[in-house]
């Protein structure tokens, strides 16, 4: 051995090959066929490119997959940019694939394309054609895997939202070469021995386009489009679409969405019937309170505190009548009182002595005052009288003109 | 409740029972005899809507491909 030769441990070979392939083919676009197509549990994709002669192992890893906007299976044209990277403990090469572009359709999406053209010119996919869903279904029919997660979801939604509703479940297998006709011989036996089945919801959880592929087939659009019972179809996730989409009488998303959309009237209704017999509730509250107030109003009432109210406003009426009467009677008393006082002043006035005091003097004859000089003759016996005291006197001679 | 009348006209007729007695004109002892009726019909309504347990049933076939329904009764 000479002393120039480098002698290599395995794991520092594997580093340098590493270090020499990346450094070569750290960006390299490569064209082949997709093969053996796999995703890991942590959702990695994995499977070989090939061409006539050979075969290389890629990988995508998941935060390289963002960009990819269609189904990679087997069968199809790509071309990648990619770098090659290693595994060095298996000294395994792989290219590490950063852009995958779609060069064909694979053999699937081509069946598909032309299934649906074909059913699409024969009109089944019309509008027209479309049964209403019934608002209110009361049986409704699922076919679909009793295993999957579907089936738990519909049940799970059904029963928390309209659990009047009955669910009648057809299980089949939904992938594998017999789910095809195990779905389209359902759909026509429920049809023909459970007609009371008001609607049919059609599906499957998500899966790969694979998985779905029973949903693409031309037996199961036939029999949805055949089916007298309306038919929600409700296959994988909301991104995917099949031929059974296209012709059932109305597309969920999901089979959750599915289970909803048969429940949603009930489920309003209940919603409904709960918020009015809350305002019947409070209706009641009001009238409880109505009733209340006029309750108040009497209790609050003086009759109702203290009866003698209803005697006592009598005796102050009885009152007020005889202090009226009496002020009455003393008025009238005053009025007589202020007559008798004013005859009493008028009356003095009347004194026929009043004159005497002021030096004049009455002349009486028989008691009677002389007015007038000739109601006198001579020799008449007359009486005087003054201010005080009075003279008897004769009278001598009567001159009757006035002096 | 497909083809049940009877459950939109019950209904309906909650719903003008309720109009009514929020309706502070209607007498008190019209709304006390509403009130009964609003509480009977809404029990029907609930009867039929809620209380009524809708069944799970598996269908499963026979030898002869005959159909029989099981019920789902833990899920």
């Known amino acids: ?403 | 409740m497909k083809k049940d009348n009877s459950f939109e006209l019950k209904l309906k007729k909650l719903e003008e029972i309720v109009n009514k007695l929020e309706d502070e004109n209607t007498p008190l002892e019209e709304s006390i005899k509403l009130f009964e009726e609003g509480v009977n019909i809404s029990k029907e309504l609930n009867e039929k809507l809620i209380e009524i347990k809708g069944k799970i049933e598996v269908i499963k076939k026979d030898a002869q491909g005959k159909i029989n329904l099981e019920e789902l009764k833990d899920i």
């Open chain 1, 1 to 403: 051995m000479k002393e120039k030769e480098i002698i290599y441990k395995v794991s520092e070979l594997n580093f340098e090959i590493k270090n020499l392939l990346k450094n070569s083919f750290n960006q390299v676009w490569v064209e082949g066929e997709i093969s053996g197509f796999k995703k890991s549990s942590l959702n990695h994709f994995y499977f070989d490119l090939k061409d006539e002669n050979s075969i290389i192992a890629c990988v995508i890893f998941k935060w390289f997959q963002n960009e990819i906007n269609f189904d990679i299976r087997d069968g199809i044209l790509v071309r990648v940019l990619a770098e090659v990277g290693t595994f060095e403990r298996q000294s395994k090469y792989q290219l590490i694939i950063k852009k995958i572009i779609p060069l064909s359709l694979g053999k699937l999406q081509i069946e598909f394309e032309k299934l649906k053209k074909k059913l699409e010119a024969e009109g089944l996919f019309d509008e027209k054609r479309k049964k209403p869903i019934p608002p209110f279904p009361q049986n409704v029919g699922v076919v679909t895997s009793l295993y999957g997660a579907a089936v738990r979801d519909i049940i799970s939604i059904i029963k928390r939202r309209a659990p009047n509703i009955n669910l009648i479940i057809y299980p089949v297998m939904v992938q594998g070469e017999k789910a095809a006709l195990e779905i389209s011989n359902a759909i026509k036996e429920i049809n023909e021995k459970l007609p009371y089945i008001d609607v049919l919801l059609v599906g499957r959880g998500g899966g790969s386009i694979e998985d779905l592929w029973a949903f693409n087939e031309e037996i199961v659009a036939r029999a949805i489009a055949n089916s007298r019972i309306p038919v929600i179809s409700c296959v994988g996730h909301q991104t995917d679409f099949t031929i059974s989409d296209f012709v059932a009488d109305l597309r969920a998303p999901t089979p959750s969405a599915a289970a909803e959309l048969v429940s949603k009237n009930a489920s309003d209704l209940i919603i409904h019937i709960k918020q009015i017999e809350k305002r019947l509730i409070s209706a009641l509250k009001i009238i409880y309170q109505r009733l209340f107030q006029r309750f108040s109003i009497f209790i609050n009432s003086g009759v109702y505190k203290n009866p003698l109210v209803l005697i006592e406003n009598r005796a102050m009426i009885v009152d007020e009548m005889v202090e009226k009467m009496l002020r009455f009677m003393d008025d009238k008393l005053k009025n007589r009182e202020n007559l008798f006082i004013n005859l009493k002043g008028r009356i003095k006035n009347l004194d026929p002595k009043i004159p005497t005091k002021k030096g004049y003097a009455i002349a009486t004859k028989n008691k009677k005052t002389i007015k007038k000089a000739s109601e006198l003759k001579e020799g008449d016996d007359i009486n005087i009288i003054f201010s005080s005291g009075s003279t008897d006197a004769t009278v001598k001679k009567i001159y009757t003109e006035d002096l």
